[in-house]
């Protein structure tokens, strides 16, 4: 891909076909690295309005990059809105697709009052991790529904 490409970063629905397509690769991604247990697909319909968002990076005319969010508000605890289905085609990496995408969902966040951020990720994925660390995640055990797997890393970060 050529560096002079217009980027365009814009709301997407999770199911429309180019997206549909990119999510499809992660999970064949994610179904390559760890098995079924350890997989937390989320289903579109999570990530559209009024508890969701989800976003699309355009290089060019290609979709390169998607990212989502799910708002959660459980009893007695602060809201936080959960990372999903952040994904990037290899051949777009490197370039800053998944920080504009993270840095778009994170203002949506603050837009809406949630301060803070939550995800989960897996050990198999260091550049996810180190990208995570680097835009300040932070460990913390299991939220939300998921229980503790060695194959899963639980990240969030006060927005």
């Given at each position: 891909?050529?560096?002079e490409?217009?980027?365009?970063?814009?709301?997407?629905?999770?199911?429309?076909?180019?997206?549909?397509?990119?999510?499809?690769?992660?999970?064949?991604?994610?179904?390559?690295l760890?098995p079924?247990?350890?997989?937390?697909?989320?289903?579109?319909d999570g990530?559209?309005?009024?508890?969701?968002?989800?976003?699309?990076?355009?290089?060019?005319?290609?979709l390169?990059?998607?990212?989502?969010?799910?708002?959660h508000a459980?009893?007695?605890?602060?809201?936080?809105?959960?990372?999903?289905?952040?994904?990037?085609?290899?051949?777009?990496?490197?370039?800053?697709?998944?920080?504009q995408?993270?840095?778009q969902?994170?203002?949506g966040?603050?837009?809406?009052g949630?301060?803070?951020?939550?995800?989960?990720?897996?050990?198999?994925?260091?550049?996810?991790?180190?990208?995570y660390r680097?835009l300040g995640?932070?460990?913390r055990?299991?939220?939300?529904d998921?229980?503790?797997?060695?194959?899963?890393?639980f990240?969030?970060k006060a927005?």
């Amino acid at each position: 891909m050529s560096p002079e490409l217009p980027t365009r970063l814009a709301p997407l629905d999770p199911g429309q076909p180019d997206a549909e397509a990119l999510i499809a690769r992660s999970e064949a991604l994610m179904t390559a690295l760890y098995p079924s247990e350890s997989n937390h697909f989320e289903p579109a319909d999570g990530l559209r309005p009024p508890n969701g968002e989800f976003w699309g990076l355009w290089l060019g005319e290609q979709l390169v990059g998607c990212g989502g969010v799910k708002c959660h508000a459980p009893a007695g605890e602060p809201a936080y809105g959960e990372i999903k289905r952040l994904f990037v085609l290899d051949s777009a990496r490197g370039r800053g697709v998944a920080k504009q995408l993270m840095a778009q969902l994170e203002a949506g966040l603050r837009e809406r009052g949630v301060m803070l951020a939550r995800l989960e990720t897996g050990i198999h994925q260091p550049e996810a991790l180190g990208l995570y660390r680097r835009l300040g995640y932070v460990e913390r055990p299991p939220f939300g529904d998921y229980a503790l797997d060695p194959l899963s890393v639980f990240l969030e970060k006060a927005l």
